[in-house]
């Protein structure tokens, strides 16, 4: 799954792959119009084509993730009470899910620690449009982690059997706050997907034993949280009691060898 190709664009996505422009280099260029990459995504197009012509070339299904950039811009600007029906049904599939994640304990850490220094970073590169908020930065940023874990829930009822990479920034995996914890709450404690009627809810599972995996990729030790020395922060605490420390992620994943100073080699008890 792609976070940087919109829900709308998934037509394009199956043309590429079904390889209707036989040519490679004009079916990217087809791609890269047809998808509005260029005032959707930040990111040159070039840093994620050995994952397309990989798809492309082993005939692997690929699935446009993100919300829909007029749905998105107009969040933005106006907040949530300025979606409409038809799109809070199709961007939030479990509307009570959504809403009471946000009173979880963890998830007000995770905002003051990774979703608001996102705003100000944003807002400062005028990312945001004119006059930008906090209050609807947040709403966009909840409603941006929940289309994605509500497209993959979707995505997983109709292809229970296989198994689904969402590729996303590492703020949405930091911490196991992003979209892995709403696609968790959208799975039932089988890990099939919750039903639209919301039943099944009630459900327990160990966390620790979810059938959604954050893996974080190339981490610094900025990125993870930790200011004062050069090494990684793995594991946060919101709480005193230890139920409630998280991993800031899963597993997490090298392309080559880090600095040696920047993992502990012995590690405390709760690291």
């Not at 049904?89 to 003051?112: C, H, L």
Request: glycine share 8%.
């Amino acid at each position: 799954g792609l976070e940087m190709i919109q829900q709308k664009c998934q037509p394009a996505l199956d043309a590429y792959l079904a390889k209707e422009i036989p040519d490679l280099a004009a079916a990217d260029e087809a791609l890269y119009e047809q998808t509005e990459w260029a005032t959707t995504w930040p990111w040159p197009i070039e840093q994620y084509l050995p994952v397309l012509h990989l798809a492309r070339s082993k005939g692997l299904p690929l699935i446009a993730l993100n919300t829909d950039k007029d749905v998105m811009d107009k969040v933005k600007q106006q907040g949530l009470e300025a979606l409409t029906d038809q799109e809070k049904q199709k961007f939030v599939s479990d509307p009570q899910g959504f809403i009471g994640a946000v009173r979880d304990q963890g998830f007000k850490w995770y905002t003051e620690m990774v979703i608001l220094p996102g705003y100000e970073r944003q807002a400062a590169a005028g990312m945001l449009g004119p006059n930008p908020t906090q209050r609807n930065f947040f709403a966009a940023r909840i409603l941006w982690d929940e289309a994605i874990a509500s497209r993959i829930n979707s995505y997983i009822s109709e292809h229970p059997k296989e198994l689904v990479v969402a590729l996303v920034g590492s703020d949405h995996v930091k911490h196991g706050f992003g979209v892995g914890w709403r696609l968790e709450r959208l799975l039932g404690g089988d890990g099939s997907p919750i039903r639209d009627d919301g039943t099944d809810r009630e459900k327990k599972r160990d966390p620790w034993d979810a059938p959604v995996k954050n893996i974080l990729l190339n981490p610094t030790a900025k990125e993870s949280g930790s200011y004062g020395v050069p090494k990684l922060n793995l594991v946060i605490g919101y709480a005193e009691k230890l139920e409630y420390l998280r991993p800031l992620a899963d597993f997490v994943w090298f392309s080559k060898s880090p600095r040696v100073s920047l993992i502990s080699r012995m590690m405390d008890p709760i690291n």
